[in-house]
């Protein structure tokens, strides 16, 4: 167990619908980041939030958006859902301030089917 | 930009015959590499990292991986394999600055173990 809790588990959306998943982090980490995982793909970096600010983001438009909360959970949040967007979007945390080379660790993921 | 490439996406062995998965990254400054095993229905599991040191890195479950700097490479390898080792294996790299942590997939390859 990583420590990492994503909710839902699965979800089914219609295309144009909008979707919020959470994540909790582990205990002791202060950093969330995001990744989506379609099928046959590696995970993609979303984006990552530390202290409640994005300081990253990969090549995803903006209607993905995310927030961070003072206690570290996060949540993802998708508007206007396309048939392309039916991933595992996996949430992973770790700690910031160690230095470089921090672990990551990833919750199990939550299947978001798009219909 | 950083990038990773894994040779072989799909990868069929009889039980104890040795393994070897190759990974190649691109990033022009130092980087921390790492692989990730998914079992089928499970989520990313941390197998090894490496970010310093000793370029011959002992993960769990008897994997081990060497960091070659010249080669840009990172491959992954176990002596001999079991039928519980079937799994999707991921090199990843993370060479993010300062806080920034974003890690970097292969497409990942695909292990089977033929009893």
């Known amino acids: 167990e990583t420590g990492v809790t994503q909710s839902p588990t699965h979800l089914i959306k219609t295309r144009g619908q909008q979707v919020t998943l959470r994540c909790s982090s582990q205990s002791g980490h202060n950093t969330v980041s995001w990744y989506q995982q379609a099928l046959g793909q590696g995970p993609q970096f979303i984006f990552q939030y530390y202290r409640e600010e994005e300081n990253g983001r990969g090549n995803f438009p903006p209607r993905f958006s995310g927030l961070q909360f003072p206690n570290y959970s996060s949540e993802l949040n998708v508007n206007a859902l396309e048939l392309d967007d039916s991933a595992l979007y996996l949430c992973?945390?770790?700690?910031?301030?160690?230095?470089?080379?921090?672990?990551?660790?990833f919750g199990e993921g939550s299947w978001l089917t798009v219909v | 930009a950083q990038s990773v490439s894994q040779h072989n996406h799909h990868v069929i062995l009889s039980e104890a015959a040795s393994l070897e998965l190759g990974c190649n990254y691109s990033y022009g400054g130092t980087v921390n590499l790492f692989w990730y095993v998914q079992y089928p229905g499970q989520h990313l599991q941390l197998l090894l990292k490496y970010f310093s040191g000793d370029p011959l890195v002992k993960g769990i479950k008897g994997f081990e991986a060497e960091f070659i700097k010249s080669k840009f490479s990172f491959n992954l390898r176990k002596p001999s394999v079991q039928w519980s080792d079937t799994a999707e294996y991921f090199c990843?790299?993370?060479?993010?600055?300062?806080?920034?942590?974003?890690?970097?997939f292969g497409i990942g390859t695909k292990l089977q173990v033929i009893p």
């Open positions: 992973a945390s770790s700690n910031q301030g160690q230095g470089a080379g921090n672990t990551i660790y």
């Open positions: 990843a790299v993370n060479g993010g600055s300062g806080g920034y942590q974003k890690v970097t």
